[in-house]
């Protein structure tokens, strides 16, 4: 699998983003795609998934209520609205991708997008 990201930039505070992530290779392998992020000095974190079969999502409690991941499976690509941005939000943003183990009980992480820089200014 193969991850592709585009979007991101710079914005000031309030404003929206919109990222974009799209998968390429062993597709059908995919079970959940997500969107983590990396702000300087501190560890990755999830900022939101979105499962295939179901289209399930759930969001870091930070973003919740600004920030909408959606998919288009007919594109492979899955994209993270971003509104009423904040300076906290300020990172590089992952895109990745999941499988699921049989019976889909675990997922485990088959790929990672290149990452975005998304810089929030006051």
């Known amino acids: 699998v193969h991850l592709v990201q585009s979007g991101g930039g710079l914005v000031q505070a309030g404003g929206s983003l919109r990222l974009s992530c799209a998968a390429s290779g062993s597709t059908s392998s995919i079970s959940r795609m997500g969107w983590y992020r990396q702000p300087p000095g501190v560890p990755r974190e999830l900022v939101a998934q979105i499962t295939n079969g179901g289209g399930f999502t759930d969001y870091g409690d930070p973003v919740k209520g600004r920030f909408t991941i959606s998919r288009d499976n007919a594109k492979n690509t899955i994209y993270l609205q971003m509104n009423s941005l904040k300076p906290e939000d300020t990172a590089v943003y992952f895109c990745?991708?999941?499988?699921?183990?049989?019976?889909?009980?675990?997922?485990?992480?088959?790929?990672w997008g290149q990452g975005t820089q998304v810089t929030v200014s006051s």
């Open positions: 990745n991708a999941d499988a699921a183990t049989s019976g889909g009980r675990f997922y485990y992480t088959v790929a």
